[in-house]
């Protein structure tokens, strides 16, 4: 089993940036794709940025040019990198991990237990 430990939520005010962090940790696996989502009191949970295990990179139209996922393979580690941040940006953050046991074909998805973000007007 992967679990997921993210960090670096906090408060900040409108225009400012924030970075966030997502290590992975468990025995003998292989990690994928790696993802931020996030999920606003009353809102559905949406994706903000995604990366694969090649470096390529997706972004939520909403969050493009102002935010940057990046990863660190040898770390299995994953990074959002938030600047101009805006109110609207609040939201508790999750990243998720897909992930096989080394050989093997199948794949699992982990979640972190989640970061909070609030941006000040």
């Known amino acids: 089993q992967v679990q997921l430990v993210e960090s670096g939520g906090g408060l900040v005010q409108a225009g400012g940036s924030l970075r966030l962090s997502c290590a992975a940790s468990g025995s003998a696996f292989s990690i994928d794709a790696m993802a931020w989502y996030r999920q606003a009191p009353g809102e559905l949970r949406e994706l903000v940025a995604s990366i694969s295990s090649g470096g390529r990179v997706n972004y939520a139209d909403s969050v493009k040019a102002r935010f940057t996922i990046s990863r660190d393979n040898a770390k299995d580690t994953v990074y959002l990198q938030m600047n101009s941040l805006k109110p609207e940006d609040t939201a508790v953050y999750y990243c998720?991990?897909?992930?096989?046991?080394?050989?093997?074909?199948?794949?699992?998805?982990?979640w972190g237990q989640g970061t909070q973000v609030t941006v000040s007007s």
């Open positions: 998720n991990a897909d992930w096989s046991y080394t050989g093997h074909m199948s794949s699992f998805r982990s």
